[in-house]
């Protein structure tokens, strides 16, 4: 069972970024996704998820309106789409999954893969 996240880099603020989490070993349909990220000396947070039923999004407050998360079953990747990104957005992003219902708390997930890095020059 592998996670793997994809599609950080350097971008410029306003700029956009799309990240990608990829599943292996196993199959999403049944899993809740979400998106963390994690700055230096700060604790991780729950940026957004989706549900695995009805495709529900969540989003923290400071990335509403900007990012948007979406996943493909059949592709077996969820994506999330970062736009007007601002330098605070800078992170290390994870995404991870579980079975259950979609929660932005980091704790209830049993599948991580590793980050890739985020940074926005200001």
């Known amino acids: 069972v592998q996670l793997q996240a994809s599609g950080g880099g350097l971008v410029q603020a306003g700029g956009s970024l799309r990240l990608s989490c990829a599943a292996s070993g196993f199959t999403l349909d049944d899993y809740a996704i979400g998106w963390f990220r994690q700055a230096p000396g700060k604790e991780r947070e729950g940026v957004s998820c989706?549900?695995?039923?009805?495709?529900?999004?969540y989003y923290v407050d400071s990335v509403k309106g900007r990012f948007t998360i979406s996943r493909d079953n059949a592709e077996n990747t969820v994506w999330l789409q970062m736009d007007d990104l601002e330098f605070e957005d800078t992170a290390v992003y994870y995404c991870?999954?579980?079975?259950?219902?979609?929660?932005?708390?980091?704790?209830?997930?049993?599948?991580w893969g590793p980050g890739t890095q985020v940074t926005v020059s200001s």
């Open positions: 991870a999954a579980q079975r259950g219902l979609a929660t932005r708390t980091p704790d209830w997930y049993n599948y």
């Open positions: 989706i549900s695995s039923d009805d495709g529900t999004e």
